[in-house]
């Protein structure tokens, strides 16, 4: 029976070949913009960088700390970490890191501009950066305060060009930093990881950061087993509720924050949310009625086509009501039949979100990034074709199912 | 006529009404796109207050809270020797960053009237330095030293704001004392100038009430100055920006230093907003498209059904243009209702001030762009079907089955 269906359906494409370009050009740009949509989120949430194991660690990025009058929403500070999160039991590893810090640099007459981040020799052990030559900095070098740093290939690439360059000596920011280690170019998307260079937080050129209870810093607690996550994320609000260890209670009294997963850390983004409460839901019920409502004036546009369509199959439907069948099986028929166009529509669309995920990685405009497509965009793109499908198909193929056979038979609507 | 034509339009309702649904739905989209681009162009055409070119903005990071005590000295040794460096044209500072996103405003009451407005520590010469025009009064100067008033200097609008009337606002605020209802007993604020304009944040931000405090170097102030700007004669190349940088940490070799230049800087912000904004055009673009070949289909097909309709009216002797003119106005009318029902729904975000970017200064005039659009779409998309109206000859459309 279904192939029957589909054989009709096929016929039909074929009829009407101007109707059918216009329903799948609608089809296929819906369905690229949202394919494109998810694939960069999925590259967010499911990284394949050095945060490729984010299953096992949870990151403090934001931090709100309150007194009476005030409120004060920053990344945390290093006296923040070292009080407070440093007395965290369940992690077996937590790393503090700073922000991002831009950094010029001067070669024979050409300004570079590279992101610098300050670590510890934890964040090398949490995070899975791939060396190409040399290796990271060790929690000695970083006691010891050592001016030793890791690059990225291209930064190395563009100080020394091709060749070794461990050992070599880098200058950023008035010090000279002596090269220990290469590794690949990571994504702008991976929020914890991607930076050009990394040094020990002990070469910062002055110690006041030790005294900051807010100010650009960022912490990974890590545990090799996922499922320990959660006792990580309700020891920390458990902590900060009961046990917050503040320098100066007249300027920060209580502390909000949460020890976030992606989702998490994304929601506080798209939410703009701070404090204890990431906001997990707001951002779900966006992305679903985002989706949907992107989706509303091509189904509408697609149902306008489906009715008029019809018309021409008038008689068709006459004959096979004439014969007996119902309407709730030419109901099926009808949106099978819309489903097999959404599906064509959906593959042209899938090679549209490729050369578009491929332009927006050549054009460098998320640096680094590398947008692929995998078994999630085809299931997402699966999900979307059915829902375009059956709400762009479900009306028209009711009002069809009610013409009356003498009528249809007629071909006069 | 237009009688004639809505009642066609009302007899096949049904099928007009997701019409109708579809063309408010794409005018909104359209709508949102050209409020959104339009009121961000009236922002970037008027007037910044300041000169952008051949200035570079050096930041300072001091690796934590500022801390006038200690921060102060450094700051001011800074400054003073860029003064002295050869070539730089002037050295000005700002406590707010120039171009940047981060403001600093204040909700008062002085003397009874209650203001919003944004502000910011400048030193003595900065403002003349960036090009700004005085419009009353004078610039800070040494006569303000040790006085009873703090000195600032407004903008104009800040002065319409606080005096109603116009005409004589400018000269009634020139030694104006605004008294802080809250603290009455506090130093006054004694507007000693106005200044046309000065819009920190750049092209993008709203021109609202704006104050200059006086900073003083050898005074300092409590949240910190960490913005110095230097102004050259003409475009600087980078190679000196090492040169600086290396001087910079000779007098301060904790702090770290940031170097942009104003161009760069206002490019940016340029670019912050258009890419998103081609990026949503690019896709409403296609979304227009989609509906306008929708619409071009779903008129095709309706046409092949009107057939022998169309054949009885120009057998009785209706013209081909007539004809025509009927389709394409049919849709017009449809077109028409969508666009009333969209205003419906439109009129309460100004109403009820629920997006800060649609208000009455650009809710029309958005308004009629995106009417012109539509009604060109759905005239373009109603020419070949009203074409194919009028193919066949009517002996042959009478009975076409």
Redesign the interface.
């Known amino acids: 029976m279904f192939r029957n269906y589909l054989l009709t359906a096929w016929k039909v494409l074929l009829r009407r070949k ?2 059918t370009f ?1 329903s799948l ?2 089809i296929a ?2 369905l690229t ?1 949202l394919m494109v949509a998810s694939t960069i989120i999925d590259s967010y949430l499911y990284p394949t960088g050095p945060q490729k194991n984010s299953d096992n660690f949870l990151s403090i990025s934001r931090l709100t700390l309150k007194a009476k009058n005030s409120v004060n929403n920053s990344n945390p500070g290093f006296k923040f970490l070292t009080t407070n999160v440093s007395r965290l039991k369940s992690p077996e590893l937590i790393s503090f890191f700073t922000q991002p ?2 950094v ?1 640099t ?1 070669l024979s ?3 570079l501009n590279n992101s610098l981040r300050r670590t510890d020799s934890n964040y090398w052990k949490i995070l899975n950066f791939e060396f190409i030559e040399g290796n990271y900095y060790s929690k000695e070098d970083v006691q010891a305060g050592k001016n030793v740093m890791v690059i990225s290939q291209t930064t190395a690439r563009e100080f020394f060009g091709p060749g070794k360059v461990v050992g070599k000596n880098l200058v950023a ?2 010090q000279t930093f002596s090269i220990v280690g290469v590794v690949k170019d990571v994504s702008q998307m991976e929020q914890s990881a991607a930076s050009d260079m990394w040094v020990p937080y002990t070469t ?6 030790q ?2 209870m807010m ?1 650009g810093w960022e912490v990974l607690l890590y545990h090799s087993n996922p499922q320990m996550l959660v006792e990580m994320k309700s020891e920390y609000a458990h902590l900060l509720k009961n046990d917050f260890v503040t320098p100066d209670p007249e300027r920060y009294k209580t502390a909000h924050s949460g020890a976030d997963t992606p989702l998490e850390r994304l929601a506080r983004k798209f939410t703009g949310s701070w404090g204890d409460d990431s906001n997990l839901s707001g951002i779900i019920y966006l992305f679903i009625f985002g989706g949907l409502g992107f989706m ?3 189904s ?6 489906n ?3 019809i ?2 199959r008038s008689s068709e439907i006459g004959v096979r009501k004439a014969f007996g069948a119902s309407g709730s099986q030419l109901v099926v028929q009808f949106v099978v039949e819309n489903i097999l166009i959404t599906a064509i529509g959906g593959i042209i669309g899938l090679f549209l979100s490729w050369f578009v995920l491929y332009q927006i990685g050549a054009t460098d405009f998320i640096a680094n990034a590398d947008f692929s497509l995998n078994w999630r965009t085809f299931l997402v793109s699966t999900i979307l074709i059915l829902i375009l499908g059956i709400i762009s198909g479900v009306y028209p193929a009711y009002k069809m199912s009610r013409i009356h056979p003498v009528i249809a038979l007629k ?1 006069a ?1 | 006529m237009l009688s004639h034509i809505i009642k066609m339009v009302w007899n096949r309702k049904r099928a007009n009404l997701l019409i109708v649904i579809e063309i408010a739905m794409i005018f909104m989209v359209l709508f949102g796109l050209i409020s959104s681009a339009y009121s961000s162009y009236r922002d970037f055409s008027k007037p910044l207050g300041f000169e952008w070119k051949n200035t570079w903005a050096i930041s300072i990071g001091t690796g934590g809270r500022w801390k006038n005590e200690t921060d102060a000295a450094p700051f001011k040794a800074l400054f003073e020797t860029l003064q002295q460096q050869k070539g730089i044209e002037s050295v000005s500072m700002s406590s707010v960053p120039i171009f940047e996103y981060s403001g600093w405003s204040s909700e008062s009451k002085y003397n009874g009237k209650e203001i919003y407005y944004g502000m910011n520590y400048v030193n003595e010469t900065g403002p003349q330095d960036w090009g700004v025009k005085l419009i009353a009064g004078r610039w800070f100067g040494e006569q303000d030293n040790g006085q009873n008033y703090r000195e600032v200097m407004v903008n104009r609008l800040f002065v319409e704001t606080m005096f109603d009337e116009e005409q004589d606002g400018l000269k009634k605020a020139i030694g104006f004392d605004l008294v802080d209802d809250e603290e009455p007993t506090a130093k006054p604020m004694r507007i000693v100038g106005v200044f046309e304009a000065f819009r920190q944040q750049g092209h993008f931000s709203s021109d609202k009430p704006y104050l200059f405090f006086r900073y003083r170097l050898d005074k300092g102030y409590g949240h910190g100055s960490r913005n110095i700007y230097l102004k050259f004669e003409n475009e600087k190349s980078v190679d000196y920006e090492d040169t600086l940088v290396k001087l910079l940490k000779s007098i301060a070799p904790n702090w770290e230093f940031t170097i942009r230049t104003w161009k760069s800087m206002r490019a940016g912000q340029i670019a912050e907003t258009v890419v998103p904004m081609k990026i949503v055009g690019i896709i409403v673009g296609f979304l227009l498209l989609m509906v306008a070949m929708g619409l071009f289909g779903v008129l095709w097909q309706n046409i092949n059904r009107r057939t022998r309709e169309i054949g009885l009216r120009r057998a009785i002797g209706a013209s081909a243009v007539s004809i025509q003119l009927q389709v394409v106005s049919e849709m017009v009318v449809l077109a028409g209702l969508a666009v009333l029902f969209s205003l419906f729904i439109l009129i309460q975000i100004p109403l009820l001030e629920l997006i800060d970017t649609v208000t009455w200064n650009n809710f029309w005039m958005s308004f009629v762009i995106a009417i012109s659009v539509v009604l060109v779409m759905v005239v373009l998309c109603s020419l070949y079907p009203s074409r194919t109206a009028i193919a066949l000859s009517p002996a042959n459309a009478l009975h076409y089955e």
Do not use: D
């Open positions: 101007v109707f216009i050009f609608g740009i819906t913009v810090q831009s010029a001067f007459g050409i300004k920011s008035n910062a050129p002055s110690t006041q950061y005294h900051e100010s509303l004036l091509p509408v546009n697609l149902i306008n086509l009715i008029s369509r018309m021409e071909g609507l």
